[in-house]
């Protein structure tokens, strides 16, 4: 298949290696040059721009910041698009700017999926990515065999908007799941116990979980290298945040999560994972 | 002198009423001409119009987007206010929508005040309110008199936006203490203990606070009939936590009184008092 990729920060540029690797042809913009350097090495070819990235493809993908970086590539390529394009956006965004950009999208005859991932750089890597999609069946089926190259558990969620509602749920449990180990930890410490002893023992039990597994040893490692940056889930804690303000819903662990976020951002921690959120923790309890 | 006045909901009417009898000359737009009644004045046909019958216009009204409608939309201040004079705004709005509201006024000579006040309708009915102005000291020296008809406390607080933050931080503690008071009523009831009691005796000690007076009391009658809408509250909760996100400013209190306001408006209280979050706690 013909593929434009429009983005390529740490996700983006695995993502593309998988697609190339699955035998489709690749075209890749990036806002910055030298991010486009090693894919071009690696087969890929050189689109100008997000609108040449959806010329002559027959899907095009974007993987990018924020709502606004979306809209905007998006824009570009409803200007250059020609009939039958699938467009997909695989950032992490509102669920009620999915659905706009969805309708705009529409509105000139460009099918949109909203898809976005979770698994991180070792999922992107691995293509083990989760993939949850909101949009038509029809696109979804179209857009499926590029999805199989990067991703494993693919789903089709729902009508658009559904991925990114399922991306926020999954930000939640990631969040609070994080802070959950994070908090077992400096507990243990506190009361003078081994806590890799205290990760071996619970992972045998109910409280096991990938976080606990994964991002618990690299909290034993204190490796705070990303991975997924602090601020990029703070981003997505407020998507969570401010949808729950919009919609009257009460999300009390969410909320706390997401100040401790917020603190890790304003501390000057927001480059590094999120699980820094232990070393936050261990400031607050004095166990530095 | 000629004083334009826009939004006279339950704050505004009052607050437009008092320039009015300290004699001032009193120009109104309304969206629903109803909310004018009986008050005796110039009724203009657009804001534009508005303001190029006055010297000073203030407004009251809900939203950062509502005060950018009024003043910079189709037929909006902007396009009738003189230069040299004074938009005075005070509604409760995002710092930095004030202050991109004051940037675009400047570039015409029209100078914004943004003037939040504190003390609900009770305080605007007997022009006891606080009210906090950021925008140029001079400006808000020119204007004194008028905020004088309408509060006690005026305190020039900064620059424009200043005005809001304060604002900002005036409903952090007002209302999470609603919640502290609320929580306390609650705890009483379940203990079995008399709330008017309670009420009563904190209001002596270290515990006491205008809240714990005014909401303590509304708790205990079981008076939820809005003074202050709670939507309001939570309309303002929305840029309180969005202002210490973009400062990075940890505020955990304040975030999880947030998800209580949020449960109030999914129970359907948004129009009734804050102190529904009383009722909050009730939810089985």
Not at chain 1, 32 to 51: F, I, K, N
Request: hydrophobic content about 50%; charged content about 20%; aromatic content about 4%.
């Amino acid at each position: 298949m013909k593929i434009g990729f429009i983005g390529l920060g740490i996700m983006g540029r695995a993502m593309v290696l998988n697609l190339i690797k699955g035998g489709h042809t690749v075209t890749v913009w990036a806002r910055r040059a030298e991010s486009m350097q090693p894919l071009l090495d690696a087969g890929a070819g050189a689109a100008e721009g997000p609108a040449g990235a959806a010329q002559g493809n027959e899907i095009v993908i974007s993987m990018v910041a924020d709502a606004p970086d979306v809209a905007e590539v998006m824009r570009a390529v409803a200007a250059a698009a020609e009939p039958g394009l699938v467009a997909i956006d695989m950032s992490t965004i509102a669920p009620a700017a999915a659905r706009r950009i969805g309708e705009e999208l529409a509105a000139v005859g460009i099918d949109f999926l909203d898809a976005p991932v979770s698994g991180g750089e070792v999922g992107a890597i691995a293509g083990t990515l989760s993939i949850m999609v909101g949009g038509s069946e029809a696109a979804f089926a179209k857009a499926r065999p590029a999805f199989e190259c990067m991703g494993k558990n693919v789903v089709h969620v729902g009508a658009c908007g559904a991925g990114q509602v399922t991306k926020a749920a999954n930000q939640i449990v990631t969040g609070m799941g994080v802070l959950a180990v994070a908090e077992a930890f400096a507990f243990a410490a506190k009361n003078g116990v081994d806590r890799s002893k205290v990760r071996e023992a619970l992972l045998g039990g109910f409280a096991y979980s990938k976080i606990l597994e994964n991002h618990g040893q690299r909290m034993l490692n204190r490796n705070f290298k990303p991975g997924f940056k602090s601020w990029m889930h703070e981003k997505d804690l407020n998507i969570v945040m401010q949808t729950a303000h919009e919609l009257g819903l009460c999300l009390p662990g969410s909320a706390a999560t997401a100040q401790m976020f917020n603190a890790m951002v304003g501390s000057g921690m927001g480059e590094e994972d999120s699980i820094a959120v232990l070393k936050l923790l261990e400031r607050l309890s004095g166990q530095e | 002198m000629k004083v334009g006045f826009i939004g006279l909901g339950a704050m505004g009417r009052p607050m437009a009423g008092h320039l009015q009898k300290a004699g001032h000359q009193l120009f109104v737009w309304a969206r629903r001409l109803a909310s004018v009644g009986d008050l005796a004045a110039t009724l203009c046909p657009t804001p534009a119009e508005l303001g190029r019958c006055c010297e000073v216009v203030f407004t009251v009204v809900t939203s950062s987007a509502d005060v950018e409608a009024l003043a910079l939309g189709r037929d909006g201040l902007i396009e009738g206010m003189a230069p040299g004079s004074v938009l005075i705004d005070c509604s409760t709005i995002a710092p930095e929508s004030a202050r991109e509201i004051a940037a675009r006024l400047g570039e015409k000579g029209i100078a914004l005040l943004d003037a939040p006040v504190s003390g609900g309708v009770q305080g605007a009915i007997d022009a006891t309110l606080a009210i906090m102005v950021g925008g140029e000291a001079g400006v808000l020296e020119r204007v004194r008199p008028l905020l004088e008809c309408l509060g006690q406390r005026i305190v020039h607080i900064g620059p424009n936006g200043a005005g809001q933050v304060a604002k900002a931080c005036n409903q952090m503690i007002m209302v999470a203490a609603i919640q502290a008071a609320a929580e306390a009523m609650r705890l009483a009831a379940a203990a079995g203990v008399d709330c008017a009691k309670v009420q009563l005796a904190l209001a002596g000690g270290s515990a006491a606070s205008r809240v714990l007076d005014v909401m303590g009391e509304r708790m205990v009658k079981r008076d939820f009939s809005a003074g202050i809408e709670a939507r309001l509250h939570h309309k303002d909760f929305g840029l309180v936590l969005e202002a210490g996100r973009k400062s990075g400013v940890p505020m955990p209190l304040t975030a999880a009184v947030g998800q209580q306001l949020n449960a109030l408006m999914a129970q359907g209280w948004g129009r009734d008092d804050t102190a529904s979050l009383l009722r909050v706690l009730e939810v089985r």
